[in-house]
């Protein structure tokens, strides 16, 4: 079982100037931990359904490049990338650059975006739904064929790209990872079995399981084998000062539905010591737990 890091809110810094100092911190002391892959949001106010809309909140590209900088290992991506705050063709060429200086540590991680509130706020096209994933379904495509010795035009109903240059090409081999979140049954995970390396869901173990059923007959249909996506789900429910044996409990039950990565997000005023805490004494053991093949 994985262990990732998903740092969605800042409001633990007293001021402006400690964020980065704390960012610093967190990501090297997970990185010793043996978290996997750190993320944030790709979101520029806070999510009014959490905690107010004022709350910090950072450029999440700009902020992966700063957690580079500082460690060696750590994977690095956003969950998720909105498809409407950035051009494709620009995104690709953004994750390309974030794999290239980090070493090829750079994924990519996408969705239809759904904040309506900040796209207002900042003056972004926020299109009807169903526009929204047919530019996803582009973007998987124009990233797929940047990141391909393809370099020609691309052609789509929202995008038109004239060359599809990429250059320099992505340190990772074959190309980043791709991470597709949600779990719309009907458009996203088949998305997800047609395009990506991963998923994200949230969730206890029987609607987890339930979506990797809905995976499982998309992959089906398209002829692909599921055993090469990934399963990643929220990890947030786990009750203050949990001790080892529940977090080892509540990771093998995700793991008997085929979940392979725990994405845990930190909590109180020290994430660090929480995420120490918390994890620390259950690395070894949650290294040890294999999720059940899809």
């Not at 002391?29 to 978290?35: D, Q, S, T, V, Y």
């Not at 929204?132 to 797929?144: K, M, T, V, Y």
């Not at 250059?167 to 597709?180: A, D, Q």
Request: charged share 25%; net charge negative; hydrophobic share 40%.
């Amino acid at each position: 079982m994985n262990l990732d890091l998903h740092v969605h809110r800042f409001d633990w810094a007293p001021e402006p100037a400690a964020i980065g100092p704390g960012i610093a911190d967190l990501a090297r002391r997970a990185e010793a931990l043996g978290i996997r892959t750190l993320s944030f949001m790709d979101h520029y106010f806070q999510m009014d359904w959490m905690a107010p809309a004022e709350d910090p909140m950072l450029e999440g590209y700009t902020a992966l490049g700063f957690v580079a900088g500082v460690t060696e290992r750590l994977r690095l991506r956003l969950l998720v990338t909105g498809v409407t705050y950035r051009p494709p063709g620009l995104l690709a060429k953004i994750v390309t650059t974030l794999d290239v200086l980090s070493g090829g540590r750079a994924e990519l991680g996408l969705g239809a975006a759904w904040y309506e509130r900040e796209h207002l706020g900042l003056g972004v096209p926020f299109p009807p739904l169903a526009e929204r994933f047919e530019r996803l379904e582009e973007a998987l495509q124009i990233c797929l064929q940047m990141w391909s010795d393809d370099d020609g035009p691309y052609e789509g109903r929202h995008y038109q790209l004239a060359a599809t240059l990429c250059s320099p090409p992505p340190v990772s081999t074959p190309r980043p990872r791709i991470l597709i979140g949600g779990g719309g049954e009907r458009k996203t995970l088949r998305l997800v079995a047609q395009y990506a390396d991963a998923c994200n869901f949230f969730g206890g173990p029987e609607e987890v399981a339930h979506k990797v059923e809905v995976l499982r007959r998309h992959c089906q249909d398209l002829g692909r084998d599921p055993g090469e996506i990934e399963v990643t789900v929220g990890f947030r429910d786990l009750p203050a000062g949990a001790g080892v044996d529940e977090v080892l409990s509540a990771a093998q039950a995700l793991a008997d539905v085929g979940v392979s990565t725990l994405v845990a997000g930190p909590v109180g005023d020290q994430p660090a010591s929480w995420l120490e805490e918390t994890f620390g004494p259950a690395m070894d053991e949650l290294a040890g737990i294999e999720a059940r093949p899809l």
